[in-house]
């Protein structure tokens, strides 16, 4: 899309320099824009079979490997799945699966962890605490933490930042073992 933008703006520039109504050139851009899409929209279709994915993937990749990979990933995932691809430092090309969720970012502490060897935060049937609010006060949330202290149950905090005094207290009564929490 981008090269045919370039080509589309250096062709109108020639055809401007060479004399041509700037306004004019304009509106044949805008209806030829019209008339691609439209033209687009008449050949276009639903990908629906495995086959089909593998087959775009593959013209897209370069690669008919790839091409089956995406496609296997695809029907695994299902329709509301994500697909992250990352660059490998093998040779080997692979797909894994992860069930659940996936967070760009860690756990906000490293005192949050439950395996020292794997450090990873395991934490069994927790409640979750989801917001899109920063946790700076510990007040804010402290009938919550009570309640989780109460069922002796672990808690999950997924929240935009955690700061100020609320992170300390969070992991102090971590390490006491008031209650198993993990912040990310």
């Not at 109504?21 to 209806?31: S, T």
């Not at 897209?60 to 296997?72: Q, T």
């Given at each position: 899309a981008t090269v045919l933008t370039q080509a589309i703006v250096n062709e109108g520039m020639k055809n401007v320099t060479a004399g041509a109504?700037?306004?004019?050139?304009?509106?044949?851009?805008?209806?030829a824009t019209k008339a691609a899409v439209a033209g687009l929209h008449?050949?276009?279709?639903?990908?629906?079979?495995?086959?089909?994915?593998?087959?775009?993937?593959?013209?897209?990749?370069?690669?008919?490997?790839?091409?089956?990979?995406?496609?296997?990933?695809?029907?695994?995932?299902?329709?509301d799945g994500v697909i992250t691809i990352e660059d490998s430092r093998g040779v080997e090309t692979s797909v894994d699966v992860v069930e659940g969720m996936s967070f760009d970012r860690g756990y906000m502490s490293q005192y949050m962890v439950t395996d020292n060897d794997k450090m990873e935060a395991d934490l069994d049937n927790p409640y979750i605490l989801i917001t899109d609010k920063k946790i700076s006060n510990i007040q804010d949330i402290l009938p919550l933490l009570q309640s989780v202290v109460q069922q002796g149950r672990a808690l999950l905090i997924i929240a935009d930042d955690i700061t100020g005094e609320a992170l300390p207290t969070l992991v102090l009564n971590k390490i006491r073992g008031t209650f198993n929490v993990c912040s990310v």
């Open positions: 109504n700037p306004v004019g050139v304009r509106r044949g851009i805008e209806k008449k050949m276009s279709h639903d990908v629906k079979t495995k086959d089909d994915i593998a087959q775009i993937a593959s013209i897209s990749a370069a690669n008919p490997e790839v091409g089956k990979l995406i496609a296997d990933a695809m029907e695994k995932v299902g329709h």
